[in-house]
C-alpha cells in the first residue's frame, strides 16, 4: 500500500514559537493532500485540504493566517502552528490522495504528530 | 455522504472473532462502505471497503445487508493488537473529498 510519513512524530514547544510539520507521500504523487487535527478522546477533525500548487481551503473555525499550508510538491505538504499556544496541543495528522486511473482517490494516513505547547 | 452509527464501545475476547456493527440506512445507490482502525496515537489504517458483496481481505471481513443499510465488520481471530477504534464510512468512491469521521466504536479486546 501506499506511505505516507510525517515529521517529526512529536513536538513539544514553548508558547508563542511557531511549528512546521512535514507530510510526505513515499511512492506515490499525492495531488491532494488533508489535514486532520484530534483532541484526546474525540475523532478527526478535517482542518484544510491542500491541492499541489493551489492555496489550501480551510475548515469554518481554522483560522489560515494561524495554521499555514504549503503543497509546493506532489510529495509534500507542509503545516505551520504560528505563534502556537496551549490549546493548539493536539495529534495532527495527514492524508494524502492522488488522482488516476488506479487509484480512484483512495486516501492513506500519516502517523500523526503530536504537538504539546507549554 | 451517508450517516453512519456505531456502538460506542464493545469488547471481544482474545482469539474469538470480533463483530462491529455499522447502520448506514440513507446511504445512495453509489456509496461505498469504508472501515479504517484507529490505533491510539497513530494515524488511521485503511481495513476494507465494499459496495454490496461480501468482500475479505487479509486483516477483516465485510459483510453487507442486502438493503446496504447496515454492514458488520468481522476480524476473524482479535488479538490484543486489534483493540483501536474503529470507524465506518461511507462515500462515494473516487470522491476527491475528505474522509468524514464519526466518533467509531471503540473495541478492546481483553485476554
Known amino acids: 500500500g501506499a506511505v505516507v510519513s510525517q515529521h517529526p512524530s512529536w513536538v513539544i514547544c514553548k508558547s508563542g514559537t511557531s511549528v512546521k510539520i512535514e507530510c510526505r507521500s513515499l511512492d506515490f504523487q499525492a495531488t491532494t493532500m488533508f489535514w486532520y487535527r484530534q483532541f484526546p478522546k474525540q475523532s478527526l477533525m478535517l482542518m484544510a485540504t491542500?491541492?499541489?500548487?493551489?492555496?489550501?481551503?480551510?475548515e469554518q473555525g481554522v483560522e489560515k493566517d494561524k495554521f499555514l499550508i504549503n503543497h509546493a510538491s506532489l510529495t509534500l505538504s507542509t503545516l505551520t502552528v504560528t505563534s502556537a499556544h496551549p490549546e493548539d496541543s493536539s495529534f495532527y495528522i495527514c492524508?494524502?490522495?492522488?488522482?488516476?486511473?488506479?487509484?480512484?482517490?483512495?486516501?492513506?494516513f500519516g502517523p500523526g504528530t503530536r504537538l504539546t505547547v507549554l | 455522504d451517508a450517516k453512519t452509527t456505531q456502538p460506542t464501545s464493545m469488547d471481544c475476547a482474545e482469539g474469538r472473532a470480533a463483530n462491529l456493527p455499522c447502520n448506514h440506512s440513507t446511504i445512495s445507490g453509489n456509496e461505498y462502505v469504508y472501515w479504517y482502525r484507529q490505533i491510539h496515537s497513530q494515524g488511521p489504517q485503511y481495513i476494507i471497503h465494499?459496495?454490496?458483496n461480501n468482500e475479505t481481505n487479509e486483516m477483516a471481513s465485510l459483510i453487507i445487508t442486502e438493503d446496504r443499510k447496515s454492514s458488520t465488520l468481522i476480524l476473524p481471530h482479535a488479538t490484543l493488537r486489534d483493540t483501536a477504534v474503529y470507524y465506518c464510512?461511507?462515500?462515494?468512491?473516487?470522491?476527491?473529498?475528505?474522509?468524514?469521521f464519526g466518533k467509531g466504536t471503540k473495541l478492546s479486546v481483553k485476554p
Open positions: 492524508s494524502a490522495s492522488s488522482r488516476g486511473s488506479g487509484s480512484l482517490n483512495e486516501q492513506f
Open positions: 491542500s491541492n499541489e500548487g493551489s492555496k489550501a481551503t480551510y
Open positions: 465494499g459496495l454490496k
Open positions: 464510512i461511507v462515500r462515494v468512491r473516487g470522491s476527491q473529498g475528505n474522509l468524514i
